[in-house]
């Protein structure tokens, strides 16, 4: 079975600064999805940004961008310039790329990140 | 507008009374299910549903039914609520799994409170 760790319960920064969010996972398997998602106070799940393991290169999407290190299964997200509506708690995911029992995400804890003037 | 309609967004009910909450996508895809919110542990799967009339088990399943008779909608049904189940509830959404990119779309949640 899969499992996604999130180390940071809470973090704050700076309006305009950086700041980066961990995510670690186990698996056995080669070939995967990993996600991370946006949950405001309005309670929707939104989608950052997707990364898809046999792609090396790092998924970017304007202020965020990955770290993906496959071989560490480490998958970071940052937030430069960090503006006052990403104060949100920030989800990291993982998903088979097959799945014979649907489309099933796995979820860490979350990162309960604000954002301050 | 492509979307997945959760009702009702908040319920307050008593131990051991039935209630339903429904789940409806307008994007025609065949894959549904449902997760639970609680702190600290992120999302956990309850049920979810390949196509029409074929539901299986996810990782917390007891304590919660569903039904798939029409494509499109999902509804989640405790016949005895707990307040174990005291949660924040999540219908979702996406193609067949090999025909998406493994991206799944959510509902506006329902907060669900029993006492």
């Known amino acids: 079975a899969q499992t996604v760790t999130q180390s940071q319960p809470e973090m704050s920064v700076q309006e305009a600064e950086t700041v980066t969010l961990s995510c670690t996972y186990d698996t056995s398997e080669s070939n995967y999805y990993l996600f991370w998602y946006k949950q405001p106070p309005s309670r929707q799940m939104i989608l950052v940004i997707r990364?898809?393991?046999?792609?090396?290169q790092n998924a970017t999407e304007n202020r965020f961008s990955v770290n993906f290190q496959k071989a560490a299964k480490s998958f970071s997200l940052k937030i430069s310039d960090s503006q006052l509506g990403d104060t949100a708690m920030y989800f990291c995911?993982?998903?088979?790329?097959?799945?014979?029992?649907?489309?099933?995400?796995?979820f860490g804890g979350g990162t309960r990140v604000l954002v301050k003037p | 507008e492509a979307q997945v309609t959760q009702n009702p967004r908040y319920l307050i009910t008593v131990t051991g009374k039935k209630l339903t909450v429904t789940c409806s996508q307008n994007?025609?895809?065949?894959?549904m299910s449902w997760y639970r919110q609680d702190p600290g542990l992120g999302l956990r799967q309850i049920y979810y549903s390949m196509n029409v009339e074929v539901t299986d088990k996810g990782d917390v399943p007891e304590g919660y039914k569903v039904s798939r008779k029409e494509k499109r909608n999902f509804p989640l049904i405790l016949e005895s609520p707990s307040p174990n189940q005291t949660s924040l509830y999540f219908c979702a959404s996406s193609l067949f799994p090999g025909r998406n990119t493994g991206e799944l779309f959510f509902g506006e949640g329902s907060r669900l409170t029993v006492l």
């Open positions: 995911a993982f998903s088979r790329l097959l799945q014979a029992a649907g489309n099933k995400l796995t």
């Open positions: 994007m025609n895809h065949e894959y």
């Open positions: 990364q898809e393991a046999y792609k090396q």
